[in-house]
């Protein structure tokens, strides 16, 4: 049992005897690990050392900022495997692909900061005015459950490369990777007060980092729920937000596509951590005159993914994080078979040999209508949606027809087409053809997907106001 009894402020370990919350392991429901439920007191500390330490590192060198992620760069490196099996744990991504992603993006993601800093103009010329890019003051991060690591890194890291400091209220269900980094973070020259972490729930001390008036913005990854809430509290001082929420992405075949190839790459992408990816393909458009073809192919892919243990390395598809999200989706999975869908594979039933943990079958609906309830709410789980459609114009107005927009895909077996196809959907990114995840270009969500962008020089611009000298 990890017993996590502490909060980090100021620079130091301040330990908690309050209520705790329990840390469930995806694959047992056992308790693994228990963290603070701490309160607003902790919470107003924090921001108060964020504060305190604000005027002194806003004015620090570039280099004394690149010489602290250089050492948290080491660190995530270090402690790497350990990350791994964390977030494996907790949250159910198979071993296999927890090492590369949710350990391996949280440092590829500080490197790229680390490639990109030394050029990043922080003041440019504009006729006979210096324009200054000057860090916003203090930043709340508030993170989800299923990439734990990597949403925060995300956030920190250029909040801290602007000048800023923080406050971060990780995810409450997988927040021990949170812990291994304010551990790296106290091992480095960072000054005290510039990183602090508290944990506990959102409606608690969420709440009061959200609305404290001294938190300049709020950067948030997590539900377009709680992430309208943020919006509403934010608006009444007029701190800056960043929103990274949900998405209901769809990958859409042309007729001319391998379309054995699509379907493929469509479900490796849409059954990603047991589909808890925000911008998982979750919805695959196909021409109405391959969609048995399709379906049958998607169901032939599915059976290879048999759940099981996330530690073992040969598992492809590991269980949902919680045993909240295991009955949501199931209750998804009913949905669907209520509304009419065509259950292609899988269903509502737990898989066989998976009587502990939060399990659930690889899922694929055929003949999906696109304004049924599982054709535009996030399921968050295994669920693939095949939607017929008759034409071109059909299929961008499907794949636009949601209140989402944060991904997408186009195949086709012309290229030129895929991209002109790809540039009318109305989403912060498109894979054309299979193209490769890339962390230096932006990433975010057009409409309820999102405002703001995350990676590369995009993610610091977040973190700087700017400043105009007529000279
Ligand atoms: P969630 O909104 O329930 O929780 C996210 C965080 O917000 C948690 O730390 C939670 O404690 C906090 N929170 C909850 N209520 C709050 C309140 N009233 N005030 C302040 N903070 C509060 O989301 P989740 O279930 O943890 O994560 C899953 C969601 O995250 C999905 O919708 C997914 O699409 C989205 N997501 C988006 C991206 C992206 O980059 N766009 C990435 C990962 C996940």
């Not at 055929?366 to 034409?391: H, T, W």
Request: aromatic share 6%; proline share 6%; net charge negative.
């Amino acid at each position: 049992m990890n017993e996590l009894n502490r909060n980090y402020i100021n620079g130091q370990w301040v330990s908690w005897a309050g209520d705790m919350i329990d840390i469930h392991e995806a694959g047992t429901g056992d308790v693994i690990a228990r963290v603070p439920a701490a309160g607003a007191d902790e919470m107003e500390q924090a921001i108060a050392a964020a504060d305190a330490a604000f005027e002194s590192w806003s004015e620090s060198t570039l280099e004394e900022r690149i010489k602290v992620l250089e050492q948290l760069h080491a660190g995530l490196k270090e402690r790497a495997p350990e990350i791994a099996e964390t977030v494996c744990r907790e949250v159910g991504m198979p071993i296999k692909l927890a090492t590369p992603i949710q350990a391996g993006m949280p440092a590829a993601v500080t490197k790229s900061y680390l490639k990109l800093l030394p050029d990043f103009e922080f003041t440019e010329q504009s006729g006979n005015s210096e324009v200054q890019y000057a860090p916003v003051g203090v930043v709340g991060c508030i993170t989800p459950w299923n990439y734990p690591l990597h949403q925060v890194i995300l956030k920190i890291v250029p909040a801290i490369a602007a000048g800023c400091t923080v406050v971060l209220k990780p995810s409450e269900i997988a927040p021990q990777t949170a812990f291994i980094l304010a551990e790296i973070l106290d091992g480095t020259d960072l000054p005290k007060g510039v990183f602090n972490m508290v944990c506990g729930y959102g409606h608690t001390v969420g709440d009061t980092l959200i609305k404290h008036p001294d938190v300049r913005m709020v950067s948030f990854t997590g539900s377009t729920r709680t992430g309208n809430l943020i919006a509403h509290a934010a608006a009444d001082d007029f701190k800056r937000i960043a929103l990274e929420m949900g998405g209901k992405s769809a990958s859409v075949i042309l007729p001319d596509a391998d379309l054995a190839a699509a379907v493929k790459g469509t479900i490796n992408n849409c059954l990603l951590n047991s589909g808890q990816t925000c911008t998982a393909l979750t919805r695959m458009l196909v021409p109405a005159d391959k969609h048995d073809e399709a379906c049958e192919l998607a169901a032939a892919a599915v059976a290879k993914m048999t759940p099981g243990n996330p530690l073992e390395e040969t598992t492809r598809l590991g269980p949902l994080s919680s045993a909240q999200q295991r009955d949501k989706v199931i209750d998804y999975i009913k949905l669907g078979i209520e509304e009419g869908a065509k259950l292609v594979a899988g269903g509502p039933e737990a898989p066989e040999g998976c009587d502990k943990g939060y399990f659930v079958k690889a899922t694929v609906f055929g003949n999906v209508k696109p304004d049924s309830r599982i054709a535009q709410e996030e399921i968050f789980g295994p669920v693939l949606c095949v939607i017929p459609y008759n034409d071109e114009a059909e299929a961008v107005k499907i794949a636009n027809g949601t209140q989402y927009g944060l991904s997408g895909a186009v195949w086709s077996g012309d290229d030129a087409k895929a991209k002109k196809i790809a540039g009318k959907l109305r989403t912060g990114q498109v894979f054309v053809n299979g193209g490769a995840f890339n962390p230096m270009a932006p990433f975010g969500g057009f409409g309820h997907s999102g405002i703001g962008r995350e990676f590369g020089k995009w993610g610091l611009e977040e973190f700087l106001e700017i400043r105009s000298l007529q000279l």
